[in-house]
């Protein structure tokens, strides 16, 4: 049974950047169970161009890319308009300053949070 | 009489000191440049400093003005200053240099040079004493006046000028004006002028010839005026007092003058003043003094007990130097004797100023004083010497006219030296009279070089000629009427005519001869006096008329001719002296050796002297027999010539006894007036002793109401002193030298266990508390070097010290009477100090800086810590704000900082500092400010304590960064392990089968975290991963794989994923693999090598086959573990993965690119 966030993004299409295997993978099959359409990224570099060339309705963003932060990532996607998610195993607070109160996950999180999170954030547009 | 020649330039010496440059300058600018007059500037110069004097003056005229040179010759309109460090004098008209100057105390150059100026040029000297301090110049001014010159001193002072020069130049009374500086140059021209006029009435040696006829008038208005008689002064010392008069009130004629005087009464004391002019000084003519102390001296204590006395007179002693000079000279003669008779030196003369200042006796400079005698002599007091107790008790000072008050009497010793100078022949002669009668037998006279007592041989024997010493000599018995007594007008009898010198013609040899042979046909005769005194005898012939009479012996002629001869002689003498004419009288019966002879009486006053007389007796052969008329006589005749003889012869009876009588009543007049007079002296003396005790007591009263004042201030200071003493609290021990104990203070008693009648024992006797043996031997020391001695003692058996201070005590007279021993109890201060050192140490080692500063922030003190923290040292931080220590961002906290300091509040506070030194990096501080308050509580200073916390900042940031990403670490497993739950449950068919899978799972992964641990999470070896993962399989027999490649190290990533990966692989093999069977086998290699494709990285190239295992049949869903091989690797580590289910078994390849497996990342950022 579909909740209201759950078709709230139904159909969307979500850049995900995440760089542990086995979380990218659940998500993955996740986003894909909530019919989603997924592109996916687990380093900066290749997340930055997909963030420029892709369109998608939103983002879901792990801050720490083995090693790097996923901040330049975000910074395209706000130039161009498209909403994003953080996802961290940090204190949502520790966030870099300029990105203080943007929607953010704090690993280990539940699929209803992460869906109602994205649903919001996405929905706005 | 010529008209005068172009005379040398008047000299005008001008003394000057302190504040004598503005003085000059007002001169100069008021004196003309042609005054003809040379002027010679003598100013206290430093000796070590050039004078701007002759530059700064030339401004002011347009005189020449130069430094004196050595034998220049003194022009008129030329000014010449003195040369720094040098004496100044001259001699006949030219200046003389002499340096160095002499040493500061003796150098007097304004004197020097007056002194030479005056000895040179006499009355063409002018000395002028400007401003200045102290008394030079006031000698020289005394030594101007005495030779005629003129002298002038500044009147009053203004800011610059300073009165004490001209001052005490004015006080001596010889200075002629006393006037402002603006006004000298005319009285100088006006001086000048007058000199010129007057030089027309001068002899060949200075003396006006004109003035001699009003000396009478001048001598008679004197006398009536000031009651002094100067008739037998000299004439030309009186003419060149007046002449000096005349010239200071720049008056051109006597008659004039005579005006002037008569005018003004102020006058005839000026003039009295300038005939008063002593000369005098100590020791004038060392060498005559000297022979008086040898000659005469000694003879003076002769016979004399201890109660006698020595009576000194000194008429004439004007200021009373002399005086003090024979009590010098007779102090030391007493000083060597056992028998010590009193000294009496009376003083005596006409001027009161002088005897005043006599007694008062305040001597600005002694010269001719030497130092060993102005050492024993004299006082220092203020700016004068003030003779000794002792020598001033011994003189006596009086007013008293030489020539009309009656003399002393008895004296040893009368010393009157250059008065008598001044006196005409005949006064002389009454005062040497007098001096005799004062004297007594073998007294001494000491007279002035110049003077003698030729004419009186008979009165006085020349003991020593050269040096004027004189001794009375026994004359008979002293007529008084040569001394008229007070009230007497002096100039009824003053003014008669000197006797002549009578003896000289007689001394002529041929003359004597003549005489002797003419002896005896000529008539014996003697020469007589006005009074009858036999001056002179012609031999023995007159021995038959001369019969001397019982009684004192004496030389009267009436006295001792013989009685048949007296009326003969004394109606002869008479008439002689009355008429001017000889008288004789003949025919006088004597009988001589029985023979009756007629005898002539002849009296002839001398010719040149009316005053003498020769009375010869002539024998005129056998008296006529009075036989022969006797028989021509009738018998009635002889009766009555009897008759008449018996008449006569009792007439001759009765004058015989009536001039024995006269005589007698004569003698006794004269013992009478003898007896008055000196009842006269003793009175005189009296009264001087009166007044002298009047004035002893008026000295007396001041000097009791000084002591009275002064034992008042005494009692108080000692009152102040006792009190300072007792509330010191030091205690204080005063001992004589030798150790007595003279007083102490109340504290002593804790030292030493002394009580109130211990004083005056010996402080070694009294049993001390301290431990200190060596008080005596300090106090010696003490003693002989006057030093001061200080110990550190401690009170035996207590933690008590005291500082013992050991000094000498010297007397209000600065003489050493004892010592003086301070005790000052140190024991708070020494626990004070052992406390402070432990303080300061304590400080000192802080590995805090502790930082001392006032409330406004200046920077107090400084430890070794702030050192090293902040990089200043203690010399470069004490002083300077503490502002300087924070960055310029912080530096406005400091104001609240101080503001809250001055609240008295405490706070901490952190701050970022820049150390100066040492590349200045920032640096973080914990400060504590905290006010300093003394025991008042009243906030006096503040303290800054400051950490240096950065290490500790970056720890704690470091903790914090490791609990962070400890926090992420688990949140990111726990997703993972999340993430495996899901992926196992969704491909697991039973739950048992999904409790397998994920145990072994989470066993995979617990694995390689436990590999990744041992290296602290910095990767793992790639060979270890493996054996790890398939540790678990083998039979008994063999491990059941092989492993074979490079050892590599993998980062902590790629060794999670390729862990997780061999594991599905692993587990895999054993379920349905090679690892089913026994026989079945796992080769497992890798090496590196380049990219993949042309210009890609290098790559881990990694194999997995298996062997020997059970056919492999491609499975027909895809399961979890090789989803994770292939995509999750691929995904992961940009991996690329190739998985073949061959029937001969599963081969896997791996390649990896290297950079993604073995970069080593930052080991904290595995998420």
């Given at each position: 049974?579909?909740?209201?966030?759950q078709?709230?993004?139904n159909?969307?299409?979500?850049?995900?950047?995440?760089?542990?295997?086995?979380?990218?993978?659940?998500?993955?099959?996740?986003?894909?169970?909530?019919?989603?359409?997924?592109?996916?990224?687990?380093?900066?570099?290749?997340a930055v161009k997909?963030?420029?060339?892709?369109?998608?309705?939103?983002?879901?963003?792990?801050?720490?890319?083995?090693?790097?932060?996923?901040?330049?990532?975000?910074?395209?996607?706000?130039?161009?308009?498209?909403?994003?998610?953080?996802?961290?195993?940090?204190?949502?607070?520790?966030?870099?300053?300029?990105y203080?109160?943007?929607?953010?996950?704090q690993?280990?999180?539940?699929?209803?949070?992460?869906?109602?999170?994205?649903?919001?954030?996405?929905?706005r547009? | 009489?010529?008209?005068?020649?172009p005379?040398?330039?008047?000299?005008?010496?001008?003394?000057a000191?302190?504040?004598?440059?503005?003085?000059?300058?007002?001169?100069?600018?008021?004196?003309?440049?042609?005054?003809?007059?040379?002027?010679?500037?003598?100013?206290?110069l430093?000796?070590?400093?050039?004078s701007?004097?002759?530059?700064?003056?030339q401004r002011e005229t347009?005189?020449?003005?130069a430094?004196?040179?050595?034998?220049?010759?003194?022009?008129?309109?030329h000014?010449?200053?003195?040369?720094?460090?040098?004496?100044l004098?001259?001699?006949?008209?030219?200046?003389?240099?002499?340096?160095?100057?002499?040493?500061?105390?003796?150098?007097?150059?304004?004197d020097?040079?007056?002194?030479?100026?005056?000895?040179?040029?006499?009355?063409n000297?002018?000395?002028?004493?400007?401003?200045?301090?102290?008394?030079?110049?006031?000698?020289?001014?005394?030594?101007?006046k005495?030779?005629?010159?003129?002298?002038?001193?500044q009147?009053?002072?203004?800011?610059?000028?300073?009165?004490?020069?001209?001052?005490?130049?004015?006080?001596?009374?010889?200075?002629?004006?006393?006037?402002?500086?603006?006004?000298?140059?005319?009285?100088?021209?006006g001086y000048?002028?007058?000199?010129?006029?007057?030089?027309?009435?001068k002899?060949?040696?200075?003396?006006?010839?004109?003035?001699?006829?009003?000396l009478?008038?001048?001598?008679?208005?004197?006398?009536?005026?000031v009651?002094?008689?100067?008739?037998?002064?000299?004439?030309?010392?009186?003419?060149?007092?007046?002449?000096?008069?005349?010239?200071v009130l720049?008056?051109?004629?006597?008659p004039?003058?005579?005006?002037r005087?008569q005018?003004?009464?102020?006058?005839?004391?000026?003039?009295?003043?300038?005939?008063?002019?002593?000369?005098?000084q100590f020791?004038?003519?060392?060498?005559?003094?000297?022979?008086?102390?040898?000659?005469?001296?000694?003879?003076?204590f002769?016979?004399?007990?201890?109660?006698?006395?020595?009576?000194?007179?000194?008429?004439?002693?004007?200021?009373?130097e002399?005086?003090?000079?024979?009590?010098?000279?007779?102090g030391?003669?007493?000083?060597?004797?056992?028998?010590?008779?009193?000294?009496q030196?009376?003083?005596?003369?006409?001027?009161?100023?002088?005897v005043?200042?006599?007694?008062?006796?305040?001597?600005?400079s002694l010269?001719?004083?030497?130092?060993?005698?102005?050492?024993r002599?004299?006082v220092e007091?203020?700016?004068?010497?003030?003779?000794?107790k002792s020598?001033?008790?011994?003189?006596m000072?009086?007013?008293?006219?030489?020539?009309?008050?009656?003399?002393?009497?008895?004296?040893?010793?009368i010393?009157?030296?250059?008065?008598?100078?001044?006196?005409?022949?005949?006064?002389?002669?009454r005062v040497?009279?007098?001096?005799?009668?004062?004297?007594?037998?073998?007294?001494?006279?000491?007279?002035?070089?110049?003077?003698?007592?030729?004419?009186?041989?008979?009165?006085?024997?020349?003991?020593?000629?050269?040096?004027?010493?004189?001794?009375?000599?026994?004359a008979?018995?002293?007529?008084?009427?040569?001394?008229?007594?007070?009230?007497?007008?002096?100039?009824?009898?003053?003014?008669?005519?000197?006797?002549?010198?009578?003896?000289?013609?007689?001394?002529?040899?041929?003359?004597?001869?003549?005489?002797?042979?003419?002896?005896?046909?000529?008539?014996?005769?003697?020469?007589i006096?006005?009074?009858?005194?036999?001056?002179?005898?012609?031999?023995?012939?007159?021995?038959?008329?001369?019969?001397?009479?019982?009684?004192a012996?004496?030389f009267?002629?009436?006295?001792?001719?013989?009685?048949?001869?007296?009326?003969?002689?004394?109606?002869?003498?008479?008439?002689?002296?009355?008429s001017?004419?000889?008288?004789?009288?003949?025919?006088?019966?004597?009988?001589?050796?029985?023979?009756?002879?007629?005898?002539?009486?002849?009296?002839?006053?001398?010719?040149?002297?009316?005053?003498?007389?020769?009375?010869?007796?002539?024998?005129?052969?056998?008296?006529?027999?009075?036989?022969?008329?006797?028989?021509?006589?009738?018998?009635?005749?002889?009766?009555?010539?009897?008759?008449?003889h018996?008449t006569?012869?009792?007439?001759?009876?009765t004058?015989?006894?009536?001039?024995?009588?006269n005589?007698?009543?004569?003698?006794a007049?004269?013992?009478?007036?003898?007896?008055?007079?000196?009842?006269?002296?003793?009175?005189?003396?009296?009264?001087?002793s009166?007044?002298?005790?009047q004035?002893?007591?008026?000295?007396?009263?001041?000097?009791?109401?000084?002591?009275?004042?002064?034992?008042?201030?005494?009692n108080?200071?000692?009152?102040?002193?006792?009190?300072?003493?007792?509330?010191t609290?030091?205690a204080?021990?005063?001992?004589?030298?030798?150790?007595r104990?003279?007083?102490?203070t109340?504290?002593?008693?804790?030292?030493?266990h002394?009580?109130?009648?211990?004083?005056?024992r010996p402080?070694?006797?009294?049993?001390?508390?301290?431990?200190?043996?060596?008080?005596?031997?300090?106090?010696?020391?003490?003693?002989?070097?006057?030093?001061?001695?200080?110990?550190?003692?401690?009170?035996e058996?207590?933690?008590?010290?005291?500082?013992?201070?050991i000094?000498p005590y010297?007397?209000?007279?600065?003489?050493?009477?004892?010592?003086v021993?301070?005790?000052?109890?140190i024991?708070?201060?020494?626990?004070?100090?052992?406390?402070?050192?432990?303080?300061?140490?304590?400080?000192?080692?802080?590995q805090?800086?502790?930082?001392?500063?006032?409330?406004?922030?200046?920077?107090?003190?400084?430890?070794?810590?702030?050192?090293?923290?902040?990089?200043?040292s203690?010399?470069e931080?004490v002083?300077?704000?503490i502002?300087?220590?924070?960055?310029?961002?912080?530096?406005?906290?400091l104001?609240?900082?101080?503001?809250?300091?001055?609240?008295g509040?405490?706070?901490?506070?952190?701050?970022?500092?820049?150390?100066?030194?040492?590349s200045?990096?920032?640096?973080?501080?914990?400060?504590?400010?905290?006010p300093?308050?003394?025991?008042?509580?009243?906030?006096?200073?503040?303290?800054?304590?400051?950490?240096?916390?950065?290490?500790?900042?970056?720890?704690?940031?470091?903790?914090?960064?490791l609990?962070?990403?400890l926090?992420?670490?688990?949140?990111n497993m726990?997703?993972?392990?999340?993430?495996i739950?899901?992926?196992?449950?969704?491909?697991?068919?039973?739950?048992?089968?999904f409790?397998d899978?994920?145990?072994?799972?989470?066993?995979?992964?617990?694995?390689?975290?436990?590999?990744?641990?041992?290296?602290?999470?910095?990767?793992a070896?790639?060979?270890?991963?493996?054996?790890?993962?398939?540790?678990?399989?083998?039979?008994?027999r063999?491990?059941?794989?092989?492993?074979?490649?490079?050892a590599?190290?993998?980062?902590?990533?790629?060794?999670?994923?390729?862990?997780?990966?061999?594991?599905?692989?692993?587990t895999?093999?054993?379920?349905?693999?090679?690892?089913?069977?026994?026989?079945?086998?796992?080769?497992?290699?890798?090496?590196?090598?380049?990219?993949?494709?042309?210009?890609?990285?290098?790559?881990?190239?990694?194999?997995?086959?298996?062997?020997?295992?059970?056919?492999?049949?491609?499975?027909?869903?895809r399961?979890f573990?090789?989803?994770?091989?292939?995509?999750?690797?691929?995904?992961?580590?940009d991996?690329?993965?190739?998985l073949?289910?061959?029937?001969?078994?599963?081969?896997?390849?791996?390649?990896?690119?290297?950079?993604?497996a073995?970069?080593?990342?930052?080991?904290?950022?595995?998420?």
């Amino acid at each position: 049974m579909a909740t209201a966030p759950q078709s709230a993004i139904n159909g969307m299409r979500i850049l995900m950047v995440e760089d542990e295997m086995m979380l990218a993978m659940s998500l993955e099959d996740l986003l894909k169970l909530l019919g989603c359409e997924v592109v996916k990224a687990a380093r900066v570099a290749k997340a930055v161009k997909l963030a420029e060339t892709e369109s998608v309705d939103g983002a879901l963003l792990d801050v720490n890319l083995a090693g790097e932060r996923v901040y330049p990532v975000a910074a395209e996607l706000d130039r161009r308009g498209i909403p994003f998610v953080f996802m961290t195993g940090y204190d949502v607070d520790r966030l870099d300053s300029g990105y203080h109160g943007r929607p953010a996950l704090q690993k280990p999180f539940q699929m209803d949070d992460m869906v109602r999170v994205m649903a919001d954030a996405f929905a706005r547009q | 009489m010529n008209p005068p020649e172009p005379s040398p330039p008047l000299i005008v010496g001008i003394g000057a000191s302190a504040g004598g440059l503005e003085a000059f300058r007002t001169f100069f600018r008021h004196m003309p440049a042609d005054s003809g007059m040379a002027f010679v500037l003598v100013q206290h110069l430093d000796p070590d400093h050039d004078s701007m004097l002759v530059e700064l003056l030339q401004r002011e005229t347009d005189m020449p003005v130069a430094e004196a040179d050595d034998g220049a010759a003194v022009e008129a309109d030329h000014v010449f200053v003195i040369p720094p460090n040098a004496s100044l004098t001259i001699d006949a008209g030219r200046l003389g240099i002499e340096e160095p100057a002499p040493p500061r105390a003796q150098r007097r150059p304004i004197d020097t040079f007056f002194t030479a100026l005056a000895e040179d040029q006499g009355e063409n000297a002018i000395c002028i004493v400007l401003s200045g301090t102290g008394s030079d110049g006031t000698l020289g001014v005394r030594k101007i006046k005495e030779h005629g010159g003129y002298a002038l001193a500044q009147a009053g002072a203004d800011s610059h000028a300073m009165e004490g020069m001209p001052h005490s130049a004015a006080a001596t009374g010889l200075v002629d004006e006393v006037l402002k500086i603006e006004a000298m140059p005319d009285k100088l021209a006006g001086y000048r002028s007058h000199l010129h006029a007057a030089a027309a009435h001068k002899d060949s040696d200075g003396t006006r010839t004109d003035a001699r006829e009003h000396l009478d008038a001048i001598c008679a208005l004197l006398h009536e005026r000031v009651g002094h008689d100067f008739s037998q002064y000299k004439d030309k010392t009186l003419t060149r007092r007046v002449q000096r008069r005349m010239q200071v009130l720049q008056v051109e004629t006597m008659p004039d003058y005579l005006k002037r005087l008569q005018k003004e009464p102020g006058e005839s004391d000026a003039l009295f003043h300038e005939l008063l002019i002593g000369v005098t000084q100590f020791f004038r003519d060392a060498d005559a003094w000297e022979a008086l102390r040898q000659q005469v001296v000694p003879g003076l204590f002769k016979d004399k007990g201890a109660g006698d006395a020595i009576r000194v007179w000194s008429p004439g002693c004007a200021t009373g130097e002399e005086v003090y000079t024979i009590a010098m000279l007779l102090g030391e003669a007493l000083r060597d004797r056992d028998v010590r008779p009193r000294i009496q030196i009376f003083g005596t003369d006409v001027d009161d100023n002088a005897v005043n200042f006599a007694r008062t006796a305040r001597y600005k400079s002694l010269p001719g004083v030497e130092p060993e005698r102005l050492e024993r002599w004299f006082v220092e007091n203020g700016d004068a010497y003030t003779p000794v107790k002792s020598l001033r008790e011994m003189c006596m000072f009086s007013p008293h006219d030489l020539v009309k008050d009656p003399p002393f009497s008895k004296l040893d010793l009368i010393c009157c030296r250059n008065l008598m100078i001044y006196m005409k022949a005949e006064l002389q002669d009454r005062v040497l009279r007098k001096f005799h009668y004062a004297l007594r037998p073998d007294g001494w006279l000491f007279l002035g070089q110049a003077e003698g007592v030729s004419r009186h041989a008979r009165l006085f024997a020349t003991a020593n000629k050269k040096h004027r010493l004189f001794q009375r000599r026994d004359a008979p018995t002293q007529s008084m009427h040569d001394f008229s007594l007070p009230g007497v007008a002096p100039s009824t009898d003053a003014r008669r005519p000197a006797p002549r010198p009578t003896r000289r013609s007689e001394d002529d040899r041929l003359d004597r001869y003549a005489r002797q042979a003419m002896q005896k046909y000529s008539p014996a005769y003697v020469v007589i006096d006005r009074h009858h005194e036999i001056l002179r005898f012609s031999g023995g012939e007159a021995g038959p008329y001369l019969e001397p009479s019982a009684g004192a012996a004496s030389f009267n002629l009436i006295g001792i001719t013989r009685k048949a001869l007296r009326p003969a002689v004394r109606a002869a003498v008479q008439k002689a002296f009355t008429s001017g004419r000889a008288a004789i009288h003949d025919k006088i019966a004597l009988r001589v050796d029985g023979e009756a002879r007629a005898i002539t009486v002849i009296a002839e006053p001398l010719d040149a002297d009316d005053s003498l007389c020769v009375v010869a007796f002539q024998d005129a052969g056998p008296a006529e027999s009075n036989k022969r008329d006797d028989q021509d006589a009738q018998p009635g005749v002889a009766e009555l010539e009897q008759e008449l003889h018996t008449t006569r012869v009792q007439l001759n009876a009765t004058i015989n006894e009536l001039e024995a009588t006269n005589e007698e009543m004569k003698s006794a007049n004269e013992e009478y007036q003898s007896v008055n007079e000196e009842l006269q002296s003793s009175n005189e003396e009296l009264e001087t002793s009166k007044e002298e005790m009047q004035s002893i007591n008026e000295e007396l009263q001041t000097l009791n109401a000084e002591l009275t004042s002064k034992n008042s201030d005494l009692n108080r200071a000692n009152g102040d002193l006792q009190n300072l003493l007792e509330s010191t609290e030091i205690a204080t021990l005063f001992l004589d030298n030798d150790l007595r104990i003279k007083s102490f203070t109340p504290r002593m008693r804790e030292l030493f266990h002394l009580r109130d009648g211990d004083r005056g024992r010996p402080v070694t006797e009294i049993v001390s508390r301290l431990d200190y043996a060596d008080i005596k031997r300090d106090v010696k020391e003490v003693l002989r070097n006057l030093g001061m001695a200080e110990r550190e003692v401690r009170v035996e058996h207590a933690e008590a010290t005291y500082i013992m201070r050991i000094r000498p005590y010297r007397t209000v007279d600065n003489v050493i009477d004892g010592v003086v021993i301070t005790f000052i109890d140190i024991t708070d201060r020494r626990r004070h100090e052992a406390e402070r050192a432990r303080l300061a140490a304590i400080v000192e080692s802080s590995q805090d800086a502790i930082i001392g500063h006032t409330l406004d922030g200046t920077i107090t003190s400084w430890n070794g810590a702030a050192e090293r923290i902040f990089g200043y040292s203690a010399d470069e931080a004490v002083g300077q704000p503490i502002a300087m220590l924070l960055t310029a961002d912080q530096s406005d906290l400091l104001p609240e900082m101080i503001e809250r300091l001055k609240r008295g509040e405490s706070f901490s506070t952190q701050a970022d500092v820049v150390r100066k030194r040492q590349s200045g990096r920032r640096i973080d501080l914990s400060m504590t400010v905290s006010p300093v308050t003394d025991r008042e509580g009243v906030m006096v200073a503040a303290s800054t304590v400051a950490r240096d916390i950065s290490e500790r900042r970056e720890s704690e940031d470091h903790r914090d960064l490791l609990l962070h990403e400890l926090n992420h670490r688990a949140k990111n497993m726990l997703a993972n392990v999340q993430s495996i739950a899901l992926q196992t449950f969704n491909s697991a068919p039973t739950p048992e089968a999904f409790k397998d899978a994920f145990n072994s799972r989470l066993t995979a992964l617990s694995h390689t975290h436990d590999l990744l641990m041992q290296s602290n999470w910095r990767g793992a070896a790639l060979d270890e991963l493996v054996a790890r993962e398939l540790a678990p399989y083998h039979n008994d027999r063999q491990r059941q794989w092989t492993v074979k490649g490079k050892a590599i190290k993998l980062n902590a990533k790629a060794a999670l994923a390729l862990g997780l990966g061999l594991h599905e692989l692993a587990t895999n093999a054993a379920k349905y693999g090679a690892l089913s069977k026994e026989a079945g086998y796992i080769e497992v290699k890798w090496q590196t090598r380049g990219g993949r494709r042309e210009g890609e990285p290098a790559a881990l190239h990694l194999t997995w086959v298996e062997h020997d295992g059970p056919a492999v049949e491609k499975p027909e869903r895809r399961g979890f573990g090789s989803r994770l091989i292939e995509q999750g690797l691929e995904y992961e580590l940009d991996a690329e993965v190739k998985l073949e289910f061959k029937p001969s078994g599963v081969r896997c390849t791996i390649d990896v690119p290297l950079d993604a497996a073995t970069q080593d990342g930052s080991d904290m950022e595995i998420s």
